[in-house]
Nanobody, 124 residues
């Protein structure tokens, strides 16, 4: 069983930055790709970013490319999402997810463990 706990959300003005963290526990963090997803009110959950188990490959949604950065520290079982130049449309609950394999993916079915989410609100 993998337990994922997100932190770092909050309220920020447009143009600002936030750093989300995901702490993973459990033996199955090892070997798994990790991802960040988000869900705005009334919308489907959407892919934001993913990183392979080795950290050598990263993937981003077009909407966040160039503004967000995903990284991981496997020694600490932690995944980070650095968010810069935030926009009001980035407002959502952000979820950390553990993948079924070692390569990152933008497909929801490629993830089988999810955190409870952290709220990010960007004011205009």
């Amino acid at each position: 069983q993998v337990q994922l706990v997100e932190s770092g959300g909050g309220l920020v003005q447009a143009g600002g930055s936030l750093r989300l963290s995901c702490a993973a526990s459990g033996r199955t963090f090892t070997g798994r790709a990790m991802g960040w997803w988000r869900q705005a009110p009334g919308k489907e959950r959407e892919f934001v970013a993913a990183i392979s188990w080795s950290g050598s490959s990263t993937y981003y949604a077009d909407s966040v490319k160039g503004r967000f950065s995903i990284s991981r520290d496997n020694a600490k079982n932690t995944v980070i999402l650095e968010m810069n130049s935030l926009k009001p449309e980035d407002t959502a609950v952000y979820y950390c997810a553990a993948g079924t394999g070692s390569y990152g993916s933008g497909f929801r079915d490629s993830y089988n463990y999810w955190g409870q989410g952290t709220q990010v609100t960007v004011s205009s």
